[in-house]
C-alpha cells in the first residue's frame, strides 16, 4: 500500500529518526501514568495516499481505539494513535482495574482512558519533535473512538482529504517488563505544507 513518490528514501529515513526520538519520548511518559517500564520497538514509517488509509490495517475488521488530535502551528495536520483491541483491554484492567469484553461494554469512562494515553502519547511524540528542530505545534484536546478499525480510519480520511494528500504511518509495539504490551500505530497527515518547514530545519531540500 505503501506510495513514496512523495518522500524519497532520504526524506523518510529523516522522518523516521524523528519518529524513533519522538516514541522513545512517549514510552517514557506513558511509564509514568502506568507506573511499567516500556521497551519501544524499531519503528517502521511508510507514506501512504489517502485513499489508502482506510486499508492500512490488515485486521480492520477488528475493533481499534484512536485518539486522534488536529494539530496546528508551523506544521498543521492531523495525529492520531491507534490501538488495537487487545492493547485496550491491557490498558483498562491497568488503569480502571477491570477491561471491556466487546464493544457493548465501553462507556465513557473507556473513552475517557483512551483520550488521556491518546493525548500523552500524541503530545510526548510531537513534543520531543518540536524540541529537536524549534518547529511548534500545538494539540486539540484529542478525540477518542473505539469501533473497527477501518471505520476510524475511514473517518480520519475524510476528514483530512479535503487539504491534505498524503499520510505517514508509523507502526510500533511498546512492550512492558510487566504484563502490558501494547500494539499500535501514529498515523500523521500533514498539512498543505507537507512538511517543508521540517525538512527545512534539517537541512534537507523540499521533498518531490
Given at each position: ?199 527545512q530545519t534539517l537541512g534537507l531540500e523540499e521533498a518531490a
Open positions: 500500500m505503501a506510495d513514496t513518490s512523495g518522500l524519497d528514501f532520504l526524506h523518510l529515513s529523516a522522518v523516521q529518526e524523528l519518529a524513533n526520538i519522538g516514541l522513545g519520548r512517549a514510552a517514557m511518559a506513558l511509564g509514568e501514568l502506568t507506573g511499567q517500564t516500556y521497551h519501544m520497538g524499531v519503528p517502521h514509517v511508510e507514506e501512504v495516499g489517502l485513499e489508502s488509509v482506510p486499508m492500512l490495517l490488515a485486521d480492520g475488521d477488528s475493533l481499534y481505539a484512536a485518539a486522534y488530535t488536529p494539530a496546528e502551528g508551523d506544521i498543521s495536520g492531523h495525529l492520531a494513535f491507534l490501538f488495537d483491541w487487545e492493547s485496550v483491554q491491557s490498558l483498562c484492567a491497568l488503569l480502571l482495574g477491570s477491561e471491556p469484553e466487546s464493544l457493548d461494554d465501553i462507556t465513557e469512562i473507556h473513552l475517557s482512558v483512551i483520550a488521556e494515553v491518546g493525548n500523552i502519547l500524541n503530545g510526548s511524540f510531537l513534543n520531543a519533535i518540536s524540541e529537536m528542530t524549534g518547529i511548534t505545534v500545538h494539540l486539540q484536546p484529542p478525540q477518542p473512538s473505539i469501533d473497527y478499525g477501518i471505520s476510524i480510519l475511514s473517518c480520519i480520511a475524510a476528514e483530512a482529504e479535503i487539504n491534505e494528500a498524503m499520510a505517514l504511518s508509523v507502526d510500533t509495539a511498546l512492550e512492558s517488563i510487566g504484563q502490558v504490551r501494547l500494539k499500535g500505530s501514529f498515523l500523521l497527515i500533514p498539512g498543505p505544507d507537507r512538511l517543508t518547514r521540517l525538512f
